[in-house]
């Protein structure tokens, strides 16, 4: 209660330290630009939804958890309806891949209220019916979660650039509480489960945490994301039985909305 606390009183102060923090969204348009991000990519669920998605394993691709539900009917969505694109620029994909199965963090209820809650098991993982080998499509590693002031990186797909993956090289982590971190970072529809990546000199990139939540405060936008810390649990369910759930609201202050 005293982090949310303490986030209301400093929420609407953040629209001055964003600016000098945060870097804007690069296009990776080209084949040079997406070299070395050809692990994101674009994870289509259904006809008419997609999310961001990235490979951490040859089979394996880490998403936001609310991303493998439907919203009519709030059940996980069937492993047949889920494909990734890996690396989608422009119409095309290094690789495509179907879903053999999909799995989501134990603690994680699509149908709880508190939105704020939800956000610290956003956590999904989904076996490809296909492992992908592919020298210029390699996974990422994961890291330890960060800490308030370390700077991140996110590649994602959106509603208005769905077409190419997007780079924002520098936004802050300004608050933690437990698994959940509250970021500089831009979201927007489509950018659920994009992957937040430790962008340190001389290192290659490392996930460090998945985009689940918008939100805007005073005209300052920031982004929720959550820890990857429980990975391996998630990937534990996999061969487990079908586990369903997941949540984040509104008592922060903000209007939160997920970038779905």
């Known amino acids: 209660?005293?982090?949310?606390?303490?986030?209301?009183?400093?929420?609407?102060?953040?629209?001055?330290p964003l600016a000098a923090e945060t870097s804007r969204l690069k296009t990776l348009a080209t084949g040079d630009d997406t070299r070395g991000w050809q692990g994101v990519g674009r994870l289509e669920i259904g006809d008419h939804s997609f999310c961001t998605g990235a490979l951490i394993a040859?089979?394996?691709v880490l998403t936001a958890a609310h991303c493998l539900f439907s919203k009519e009917t709030g059940e996980m969505v069937a492993a047949s309806d889920i494909r990734f694109l890996a690396g989608?620029?422009?119409?095309?994909?290094?690789?495509?891949?179907?879903?053999?199965?999909?799995?989501v963090h134990p603690g994680y209820d699509y149908i709880d209220r508190d939105r704020i809650a939800r956000?610290?098991?956003?956590i999904g993982l989904i076996r490809l019916d296909k492992p992908i080998r592919l020298p210029s499509i390699q996974p990422f590693d994961l890291n330890a979660t960060p800490y308030p002031g370390d700077q991140v990186g996110v590649v994602s797909y959106a509603r208005d650039r769905s077409e190419a993956?997007?780079?924002?090289?520098?936004?802050?982590?300004?608050?933690?509480?437990?698994?959940?971190?509250?970021?500089?970072?831009?979201?927007?529809?489509?950018?659920?489960?994009?992957?937040?990546?430790?962008?340190?000199?001389?290192?290659?990139?490392?996930?460090?945490?998945?985009?689940?939540?918008k939100a805007e405060m005073d005209g300052a936008r920031v982004s929720l994301g959550t820890a990857v810390d429980a990975v391996d649990e998630v990937r534990?369910?996999?061969?487990?039985?079908?586990?369903g759930g997941a949540s984040v609201t509104k008592r922060l202050g903000a209007k939160f909305l997920r970038p779905e």
């Open 88 to 103: 989608w620029r422009n119409g095309r994909a290094e690789a495509y891949r179907g879903a053999q199965r999909a799995a």
């Open 165 to 213: 993956p997007s780079l924002q090289e520098v936004c802050e982590v300004l608050k933690r509480d437990g698994d959940v971190l509250l970021m500089s970072c831009a979201a927007e529809f489509g950018a659920s489960g994009a992957p937040v990546f430790s962008m340190r000199n001389g290192e290659a990139p490392q996930i460090v945490s998945v985009i689940s939540a």
């Open 236 to 243: 534990a369910t996999l061969d487990g039985p079908d586990i």
């Open 58 to 60: 040859p089979d394996l």
């Open 1 to 16: 209660m005293r982090f949310l606390l303490t986030l209301i009183l400093i929420l609407p102060m953040l629209s001055g």
């Open 119 to 122: 956000v610290a098991s956003d």
